[in-house]
């Protein structure tokens, strides 16, 4: 039954409003082909829109529903590869960053007991500007679900872009909630994406400082922190200092841009351009995640900035630009007519299609009367501007001396995975030859065995053709070490002082022969060589000789025979046959 009083019903109201002169934007018919571009995915989870904070609560999920009735308006959907509602995220994946009774906290409380949890709501800052509403937890899986999903399509190389406007609820720790955010879904895709790439780089355009995502990096080298955002001490998170820049590993990893209320176009994209540029071509990210927050967006409720939607979109179409793997996030944004505009144009950006400034016919169209239906209304010149171009100058120089101190871009070394124990040891148990065959080598069989090593080496091996280690044997200290000059230049032997070596039990005086064939030792009465106590020293190994004396070889014949060339050439008589051998120490010049 209708009143008298009322007028009409919302029935009998016109289902879409009469536009007049302004005109209607056509959707897009045109499919596009697979190959043709970048690789597009969008997410949006399925009733993330419909969740509600509260009346007076500035934060209104119902801008996606928007921003997804225009990009659908606009017929963008024919030119994005993929479109997917994401799973809900499981517990076990949020719990790769959050701690365990803050994410079982959230998955209890309901608006219905949060008088019965007044005690953990505190402690866990679910608090006015994070209120306990209907489906929080719910919402909290389907946003980070999406983020999730697009990582890892980003790993896997099945796109170039990824897109899910729900996301990007940058400010969220790991044990509390904070400014709106509840799930820090950011964090959880860069860990996600720091399983498959070495390093990332995180880029922040919301009007507030990203602190839950620095937070959660400050001491890594791997992920690179940029935020764009007003500072002025009391605005909210109050973070975000130029000086702030990491600790630990991660210092110089953190670059915070401290802007002052009312920058326009120009002078932001001057300094993002600039601040951006530099910071890719040092750390060299293998992907990129931009956070899109619309706050910072001209006439924004909570913001104070002069950005126009076409310069917010000409950040995100600077850093598609570099054609590397690139994760786009929503975030703030308060105004919900202008932020469905800014994400829906930042859409077409990232598609690569131009979409004119007329709006689509939807079921939405008041929210957008005022603005006569225009993707691009006037925002700019809102708020004074208190930035100047010494200060942006400032600025960029010290984000420049601070990338001086990266030296180069850090790497990560990938490690293969190790084989099993019974692997190492059947690997040990294989001989040269075999392990050659498996290796494919072609060598097998042709190894050479070689005795010939660099001068001034020690060799040692099964090869050994002098079985130095045999005992029974001649000394070997009475002959010369040096090699002889003349016909043939042969390579002396030596051995290490302090060694043991094996002698005959009668004493027999070791001797040395000059360059000239002459005993050079001074000698004692009766013709007698003293026996020198063993010194210790540092061992030696192979030596090259400069005497004249006999050949090696020759020498090695006649202590095989048993015979002394020391005794020849000195006199001194020799044993005909060697005794039980007992062991001294015998220093040789070699």
Known sequence: ????????????????????AHGTAQPITERINPHSRPIVSYYFPKGVGAEHYGERHPMKPHRLTL??????????????HNIYDPRPATREELEVYHDHDYIEFLSRVTPQNQSEMK??????????????????????????????????KLCAGTTDIAINWSGGLHHAKRGEASGFCYVNDIV????????????????????????????????????????????????????????????GSGKHFCLNVPLQDGIDDDMYLTVFKTVIDDTVNVFRPTAIVLQCGADSLGCDRLGAFNLSIAAHGECVNFVRKYNVPL?????????????????????????????????????????????????HPPLTGKVDNQNTPGSLKRITTSVRNKLRYLQGAPSVAMQEIPPNLQGLLDDEDRTA??????????????????????????????????????TGTPVRGAVSGRRGRGRGRGRGRGRPRGSVVTAPSTPVTPSVIG????????GTPNGELPVLPPKRGRPRGRARGRGRGRGRWANRNKEAEGVSVAGEESGIPTPEAATPSTPMDVDVDV
């Open 1 to 20: 039954m209708v009143r008298t009083s009322q007028a009409y019903t919302f029935s009998s109201s016109p289902y879409f409003d009469d536009r007049g």
């Open 67 to 80: 921003t997804n009735a225009l990009v659908m308006g606009y017929g963008l959907d024919k030119q994005i």
């Open 119 to 152: 005690q953990m709501i505190d402690q866990f800052n679910c608090v006015e500007d994070c209120p306990i509403f209907a489906d929080m937890y719910d919402f909290c899986k389907m946003y980070a679900g999406g983020s999730l999903a697009a990582a890892r």
């Open 188 to 247: 959880l895709a860069i860990l996600e994406l720091l399983r498959y790439h070495p390093r990332v780089l995180y880029i922040d355009i919301d009007i507030h400082h990203g602190d839950g995502v620095e937070l959660a990096f400050y001491q890594s080298n791997r992920v690179m922190t940029v935020s764009f955002h007003k500072y002025t001490g009391d605005f909210f998170p109050g973070t975000g200092k130029l000086d702030d820049n990491g600790s």
């Open 327 to 375: 994760l786009v996030v929503g975030g703030g944004g308060y105004t919900i007519k202008n932020v469905s505009r800014c994400w829906t144009y930042e859409t077409s950006v990232l598609v690569g299609v131009e979409v004119p400034d007329e709006l689509p016919m939807t079921v939405y169209d008041s929210f957008f009367k005022d603005s006569h239906w225009k993707l």
């Open 433 to 470: 030859d075999e392990k050659d065959e498996e290796r494919g080598t072609g060598q097998a069989g042709e190894r050479r065995y070689d005795r010939h090593n660099k001068s001034g080496e020690f060799y040692d091996d099964d090869h050994d053709i002098d079985h130095e280690g045999d």
């Open 515 to 522: 360059e000239d064939g002459d005993d050079t030792r001074p």
